[in-house]
């Protein structure tokens, strides 16, 4: 039995993750440094990892007891995206798919780097029209003029990737409960609206059942992302799922009362 085999996959899966690079730039074929932890663990190949080069190779080889096969493609030194803000049209594509929100800007206006937080990712060049992105040597590791101080610096990017890419996750997942939240409630307050004689669609009744349906899933959802919440231990997701769980419950306490008053009037 390999140590694979024989360790925890839940640890296995954390100490792997400790020794990726934290770039989320899905250069191993996951969408992330975690995912990609997870995909090793079962089955997926060491050896897929540019940003980590052949210190981080060497490194999972020790954990998952596999031997150090060439890398996929060549390793990546440290670099930052530039962006030549008088060509930049503020068309908003690279900070929606930038993995740690390191792009600062807004709809037609210049967008700009945050060059601390940059992973070096080149996520952002694909989707820019105008090609107005340049990929750079990082300052901070040309900067470094020590093997301790560039072990500092891979560290600290490593932390605030991991970090900053959990805390967009985080907010993608509110955005989008917070959505769902809302056109649920449009469709409550669009069924209130409908009169006895409305003859397109379902019928008023059907409309506010298919409403408490909706709630009732929204709140089915809440729960799942609250107790997956718990599960990871993290504070301000705990605390964030519970208000997604108190707001469904309202949604639904609110699509029952117009059937049920629906119900009696009838």
Same mark, same amino acid.
């Given at each position: 039995m390999t140590e694979t085999d024989a360790r925890p996959r839940a640890a296995l899966i954390e100490a792997i993750d400790a020794e990726l690079p934290q770039t989320q730039c899905?250069?191993?074929?996951?969408?992330?440094?975690?995912p990609?932890?997870?995909?090793?663990?079962d089955g997926e190949a060491i050896n897929r990892c540019p940003p980590g080069g052949e210190r981080t190779l060497a490194r999972l080889a020790a954990l998952t007891g596999r031997a150090p096969l060439p890398l996929a493609e060549p390793a990546q030194s440290p670099r930052v995206a530039w962006i030549r803000e008088a060509?930049?049209?503020?068309?908003?594509?690279?900070?929606?798919?930038?993995? !740690?929100?390191?792009?600062l800007g807004a709809s037609k206006r210049m967008h700009t780097v945050i060059v601390e937080e940059c992973t070096g990712c080149e996520l952002c060049v694909?989707?820019?029209?105008?090609?107005c992105i340049d990929l750079l040597p990082h300052p901070a590791w040309e900067a470094a003029e020590t093997d301790e101080a560039r072990d500092a610096y891979l560290a600290r990017r490593a932390e605030q990737g991991r970090r900053r890419h959990r805390a967009r996750q985080q907010r993608l997942a509110r955005e989008a409960r917070?959505?769902?939240v809302e056109r649920q409630?449009?469709?409550?307050?669009?069924?209130?609206?409908?009169?006895?004689? $409305?003859?397109a669609g379902p019928g008023p009744q059907r409309q506010r059942q298919m409403a408490v349906n909706a709630a009732e899933?929204?709140?089915?959802?809440?729960?799942?992302?609250?107790?997956?919440?718990?599960?990871?231990?993290?504070? $301000?997701?705990?605390?964030?799922?519970?208000?997604? !769980?108190? $707001?469904? $419950?309202?949604?639904?306490?609110?699509?029952r009362k117009a059937l049920e008053q629906a119900s009696a009037a009838e």
């Open positions: 899905g250069k191993c074929g996951q969408p992330g440094c975690r990609y932890a997870e995909a090793i663990v060509e930049c049209i503020g068309c908003t594509k690279c900070i929606q798919a930038c993995p !740690v929100d390191a792009i694909a989707p820019c029209p105008v090609d917070e959505r769902r409630k449009r469709l409550i307050r669009q069924r209130q609206r409908s009169g006895p004689g $409305s003859a899933q929204a709140l089915r959802r809440a729960r799942q992302q609250l107790a997956h919440a718990e599960r990871q231990g993290e504070a $301000s997701a705990i605390e964030a799922a519970r208000g997604q !769980v108190d $707001s469904a $419950s309202r949604l639904l306490d609110d699509a």
